[in-house]
């Protein structure tokens, strides 16, 4: 099976929101090696103008990662998660997530490329906060190998 | 102290850093992030895939590689805007680990904003594993 151009468009319903835990974003930074004093000190954070402790840029994936079941879960998608290969990932944030925030993401397809065997999905997860606010949109490129 | 944008120029050195992965940080990171894929924890599942043997996370290598450039602007909001392209797996030796070296330069400038675009260059084993990874940084 290979991927399903009509995926380019495709809108999914939102995601469970996600409820930013201090202690998560504090084992986040510790696994990405983030010893800044705003990722993991609540008074420090305030003290830099932070409602609380800040994640580090790539936390997001975290919540973009329900999203991105959902694409490989998808019944006509034709993504075999077994051929997907991360190509490209971006970040692009309105503002930074912290701890204490409800985040809801949506899931679009924006392009379905097609390289030879390969397909290159790009998936484009945007997150808002509980007063459906901006806060940042986590783009994927996928590169699903075909058969050789 | 906040880096002042009139002071940096396109291709001088911010910030540089090494990092050393051991099978202990794959674990630590599948755990933080959810992302448990065996490829980064077993070596038969990922030399049955064609790889030679575990490899980090590709998230974790992006992960990684921006933190000088939270350390040099002293706050990780700062960090607006972050993009990589994989091009090269990382593979980490169940004994000797590996170790990742990261090089920020300054790559644009955009006065108007207070916004300096930050170029990293990170390599494993003397190769790049990062295309195109570039931070936008806010210094206003």
Do not use: C
Not at chain 1, 98 to 110: F, Q
Not at chain 2, 33 to 53: C, E, K, M, Q, T
Not at chain 2, 89 to 97: C, H, I, K, R
Request: aromatic content about 6%.
């Amino acid at each position: 099976m290979s991927v399903n151009p009509e995926l380019q468009g495709r809108v999914f319903p939102p995601v469970a929101p996600y409820l930013v835990g201090r202690e998560k974003v504090r084992e986040f930074s510790r696994a990405v090696f983030a010893t800044n004093p705003i990722n993991h000190d609540p008074q420090a954070a305030r003290a830099a103008g932070h409602a609380d402790v800040v994640a580090p840029p790539t936390f997001a994936v975290v919540v973009q990662e329900a999203t991105l079941a959902q694409l490989l879960a998808e019944p006509d998608g034709g993504i075999d998660f077994t051929r997907v290969v991360h190509g490209d990932q971006r970040f692009s944030y309105t503002r930074p997530i912290v701890a204490g925030d409800e985040l809801t993401a949506t899931l679009a397809v924006t392009s379905i490329k097609t390289l030879g065997a390969h397909a290159m999905v790009t998936a484009e997860s945007t997150i808002v906060d509980a007063a459906g606010a901006h806060v940042v949109t986590a783009t994927s490129t996928l590169v699903v190998r075909g058969d050789e | 102290m906040i880096p002042v944008l009139a002071d940096l120029t396109v291709g001088s050195v911010v910030a540089e850093a090494s990092f050393s992965l051991t099978r202990d940080s794959l674990v630590r990171y599948a755990g933080a992030s959810g992302d448990f894929n065996p490829i980064h924890y077993r070596d038969d599942v990922a030399r049955s895939v064609g790889l030679s043997g575990v490899l980090a996370h590709g998230m974790l290598t992006m992960g990684l590689a921006v933190q000088p450039v939270v350390d040099w602007a002293g706050d990780p909001a700062r960090v607006i805007d972050y993009q990589v392209r994989f091009t090269r797996p990382v593979f980490v030796d169940a004994t000797v680990g590996a170790v990742v070296m990261v090089v920020a330069k300054v790559g644009a400038l955009e006065p108007d904003a207070g916004i300096v675009r930050i170029d990293l260059t990170v390599t494993f084993n003397g190769a790049t594993v990062l295309g195109k990874a570039q931070a936008r940084v806010n210094l206003a």
